[in-house]
C-alpha cells in the first residue's frame, strides 16, 4: 500500500469535484471488501460542553438516503457510539453492532443510544472500520468503511486490512479538504462582520476596549458596539465566550494583519 500512495494521491488530484474524489475513495474501499462508505468531517470535535458536534459535511455511498435526516437533522450523530469512540481515539477500529459482540463500541452502547442501534440493525449495517482523523487545528474527521450483514468472518477480514485502510482515508482526507468551501469549514452559520472579528480578534489578545479603539481608530463605543453585536450573533453570555465560540468556528482566523 505504501509503494501504491502516491499512486491514489494522483487519483483524487485528478478529480476536480468533492463527490468525484469520495467516489474514487469508494472504489478503492469497495477493493478491500467495504460495501458502504461514510464520510464526516467538522470544524470541532465537540462543543463547549463536550458534546459531540454535528458534522457540517456528511457524505455516503451506497447507504440509505434517509441516514443524513437520521444523523444531521434528528442528531443521531451525537449519540452515535462509533462517534462517541472515534472522538476519544486517533486509532483505527473494528466496530460491530450485533447484539453478542464485543468491540470497542460495546461500552457507549447503552439506552441512550438505542435509536441509532435499531437504526443500523434494521438497515443491516452492523460491522465496519472507522478512521479518526484529528487535524493539526483541531478539525475533525472520520472515514467509515461498512460491511452489510453480521458474517463473522468479517473482522478477521477487516483487520487483515485496517493498516491500508487508514491509509487511504487519511490521503482521501487531505484531497478532500482541498475542496472545502467556507460553509463546509465554518459550521455555526454566524457571519461576522470585519470589524466584529477586528475587535474580537484583538479582545482574544487581552486588550480593552479603550486599546482596541486606538488600534483601529474608532471611538470606544463603536467598539463596545461591534463586540456587543458579534456577542449576540454568536449566543455568547459575554464577550469571553463569544470570544472562545469565534475561534472555535475559526471566524478570527485572518482577522489582523500580520
Known sequence: MLDELSVIAERFSARETLDGRIDEAFGAMRSMGF?????????????????VEIPSLLKLRNVSGDMHDHWCNREYFRIDPVQRLAMRTSVPFFWNYDPGAKTRISRFMTDDTK???????????LAGVTVPVHMPRGDYATVTGVRYG???????DAMHVIADFALLA?????AAY????DA???????????????CLSYSSQGLSAKEISRIIDRSVPTVVLHIKSATRKLGAK???QAVVRAAQCRLLEGALPY
Do not use: K, W
Open 184 to 198: 463546509v469549514r465554518n459550521m455555526s452559520g454566524v457571519r461576522l462582520t470585519e470589524r466584529e472579528r477586528q
Open 150 to 156: 453480521a458474517r463473522r468472518e468479517f473482522e478477521r
Open 170 to 174: 487519511q490521503v482521501f482526507n487531505e
Open 178 to 181: 482541498e475542496l472545502f468551501d
Open 35 to 51: 460495501e458502504a462508505l461514510i464520510y464526516d468531517y467538522t470544524p470541532r470535535a465537540c462543543i463547549i460542553d463536550g458534546e
Open 115 to 125: 435509536p441509532v442501534c435499531d437504526y443500523l440493525r434494521e438497515h443491516d449495517m
Open 238 to 240: 459575554n464577550r469571553t
